[in-house]
């Protein structure tokens, strides 16, 4: 005989499994839709041409400056690439404060400038010093790559103007102006010798990065950002991408797509879809899309598994006190959901503290147990959508008749912290592809937003 706890708990397993058929539905929507992107401008799930026009062999070398403008921190970084797949990185932080990222546009991107400046003064030797060569005289450049992971409509390898800002960012004299010009125009005011030579996606960099390191293996076709949230770039036909018209002789063989996958699917024909998650899409501001997002990545894991809980309270199944921490939107992170899918004790310790902790409650064994059951399906949800939309990613690259192994540069920390959860990926790769998925590589591309970064502007 079950609990009612039990048997709730069990039901929702249950609404959050997906079937084979489910999943093989999603890859071959992933198809569909992919194309839909590379035919036809303003589409939900974009596909956007990243300029970035050849993958390295890992023999690039060289010195590069890179800004990461995350969603907290601003690095400046300077990549020394030395060949063979072997890179140096000089890196300094500072934290955005909430002025920055909603004040003007002037703000942020002088503030941009002023880190670079203190970088070089820190770390670039006398050269710097010495020669003091200002922007506009024929004295050495650095060429910068910016790492700018909001949505952008890229016009060139160096240009390309927001659609709109996510992560907290306001700023609204930023909506328009092309970015790297907003961004040079500082740096020339402060007669700093650096050129934006690339405005770069994060899953660009990771792509670039992940080809980098592994040295020319040449099949690595994509990247792979698991992290806030979640999106991939792709290297695709240049002739297959029809909306920017017919290749020229100018133009190369390939060209790398910025997807934006968090928006696949986003009319829901094909991803499941429970009433957890439609409350919430309700919380969040772009309600209604980024539907794929919202199953996926870090930013969401912690509210799916509040809510279910609330839930179950509310039924008074579980909490019979909810704490004020329970009651409040966006209170656990997807470290909370890896702290209980990693507790392997007898008594469910860690899941005592961790609740205890984060939400201020007690639990008996059988509430820590349906926990842990739900964590588990909220996490394996997660990696088996990750895996789907992969196997679409290996339909439309037709990658395997391609290559004899192909490789993926994965980022974030969703895929570096959740327990297990590359080998979930690779459960949904062997149910959607048999013993092909042994021909999968997937690894971390570490330092992808510096490296991939420098490696963008040296093609630049
Ligand atoms: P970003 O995507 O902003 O570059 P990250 O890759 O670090 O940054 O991802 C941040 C996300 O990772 C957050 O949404 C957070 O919930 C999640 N996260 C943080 N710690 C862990 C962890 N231990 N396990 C799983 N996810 C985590
Ligand atoms: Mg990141």
Redesign the pocket.
């Known amino acids: 005989m079950s609990t009612p706890l039990q048997a709730a708990t069990s039901q929702v397993v249950e609404e959050f499994s997906l079937s084979t058929e489910t999943l093989r539905a999603i890859a071959a929507e992933f198809v569909v839709e992919a194309q839909r992107g590379l035919r036809l401008p303003g589409q939900s799930m974009p596909m956007l041409p990243s300029y970035v026009t050849s993958v390295p062999t890992g023999e690039e070398k060289g010195v590069f400056l890179a800004v990461d403008l ?2 907290t921190n601003l690095r400046v970084c300077s990549v020394h690439l030395d060949g063979n797949g072997k890179f140096k990185i000089v890196a300094s932080k500072s934290p955005l404060t909430k002025k920055l990222m909603t004040g003007t546009a002037e703000g942020l991107f002088s503030f941009i400038a002023e880190q670079v400046r203190d970088f070089l003064a820190k770390h670039i030797d006398e050269r710097f010093a010495e020669e003091q060569p200002h922007a506009g005289s024929t004295g050495h450049y650095f060429k910068l790559g910016f790492t700018f992971s909001f949505p952008v409509v890229q016009t060139g390898i160096n240009s390309g103007t927001l659609l709109r800002w996510t992560k907290g960012f306001d700023i609204p004299d930023a909506i328009g102006p092309d970015v790297c010009e907003l961004l040079q125009e500082q740096l020339d005011k402060l007669k700093l010798p650096v050129h934006v030579a690339a405005l770069v996606n ?1 899953t660009v960099g990771t792509l670039l990065t992940r080809a980098y390191t592994s040295a020319g293996n040449g099949s690595t076709i994509a990247g792979i ?1 698991l ?3 979640t999106n991939c770039a792709y290297v695709e036909d240049r002739a297959a991408v029809t909306k920017l018209g017919d290749p020229t002789p100018a133009d190369r063989d390939i060209m790398i797509i910025n997807i934006e996958w968090g928006s696949f699917n986003n009319n829901n024909t094909v991803l499941t879809r429970t009433p957890i998650d439609d409350a919430v899409d309700a919380e969040t501001p772009n309600k209604g899309v980024h539907i794929f997002e919202k199953r996926v ?3 969401f894991l ?1 509210e799916i598994i509040r809510l279910l809980l609330l839930d179950l309270s509310a039924k008074g199944l579980i909490f019979c006190q909810p704490s004020h921490e329970l009651l409040t939107p966006w209170t656990l ?3 909370f ?2 702290a209980v899918e990693s507790d392997t004790s007898v008594d469910l310790s860690t899941i005592e503290s961790t609740v205890s902790s984060s939400l201020g409650l007690p639990t008996t064994l059988a509430e820590r147990e349906s926990i842990q059951q739900l964590v588990k399906i909220i996490g394996k949800r997660s990696a088996y959508l990750a895996a789907a939309i992969i196997v679409g990613l290996l339909t439309q690259t037709k990658a395997l008749d391609k290559y004899p192994t192909v490789d993926i540069g994965m ?4 895929f570096q ?2 327990p297990g959860y590359a080998s979930m990926i690779r459960d949904g790769l062997r149910i959607l592809l048999g013993k092909d998925a042994s021909r999968v590589t997937i690894g971390l591309a570490e330092d992808g937003s510096g490296v991939g970064a420098a490696l963008c502007a040296l093609v630049a």
């Open positions: 995350g969603g994060d950002i992290g806030t949230g990545s870090g930013m912690g992170d997807t470290s959901l890896s980022d974030g920390s969703v912290l959740y």
